[in-house]
């Protein structure tokens, strides 16, 4: 997963674009960068793909790391999210972690910190992900069961016992226990 995974770098300031971009490089991940919070919501709104996580700093011109966080959660759109400032205060701090972030790292930062965050971000983009298929596998196998069975397994489901079940359904206990079966085969 992590070789498909993009490590997405939002910073006004050219010198610190750089500088994290030179390291997401240096671990052998594919890196994209951009010059403004703006600049990202476009290439999300584009559809751009975005399997990988954020690096962002909070204070650029335009709107801000934790106002591009927010407006990313706005439009349903979960990356895992690294906020990098100059200017740490604590209802800074708090506001990105209970939006979500990974980490709020302090400028300058240790490069091994920050490294460390990235592959927290990709880890958790990797299970998120994995988690999202699971649901959708899911949902395709129950939108394939016919309305009969789908009532069947609602009464399955809610641990009534065969006998009970056959007589809701006006069927008999082999029928229940076979078509238990073909749903769950399904």
């Known amino acids: 997963m992590q070789s498909e995974s993009t490590v997405f770098v939002v910073d006004d300031d050219a ?4 500088s994290v971009c030179a390291l997401v490089r240096s671990m052998s991940l594919n890196c994209k960068s951009f010059a403004s919070g703006e600049e990202f919501l476009a290439y999300c ?12 700093d909070v204070r650029m011109l335009g709107i801000s790391g934790i106002e591009l966080q927010e407006q990313l959660q706005q439009r349903g759109i979960k990356i895992p ?4 400032t100059a200017f740490a205060r604590t209802s800074l701090t708090v506001r990105a972690m209970q939006n979500g ?3 709020m790292l302090d400028k300058p930062y240790d490069d091994d910190d920050l490294w460390d965050a ?7 983009d990797a299970e998120q992900r994995a988690a999202a298929s699971v649901r959708q596998s899911v949902r395709e196998h129950l939108d394939s069961l016919t309305p009969s069975e789908r009532q069947m397994l609602d ?3 809610a641990g009534l016992p065969n ?13 229940v226990e076979n078509r ?4 769950f085969s399904k």
């Not at 709104?45 to 962002?56: E, F, I, K, S």
């Not at 990235?118 to 958790?124: C, N, S």
């Open 15 to 18: 010198d610190a674009l750089a």
């Open 45 to 56: 709104d584009g559809g751009g793909q975005l399997a990988g996580c954020l690096v962002t």
């Open 81 to 84: 999210v690294i906020v990098l």
């Open 101 to 103: 972030a990974v980490t």
């Open 118 to 124: 990235i592959r927290e971000g990709l880890k958790r």
């Open 155 to 157: 009464l399955v489901v």
């Open 163 to 175: 006998k009970v079940t056959a007589g809701r359904l006006d069927a008999r206990d082999r029928t």
């Open 180 to 183: 238990s079966r073909e749903i």
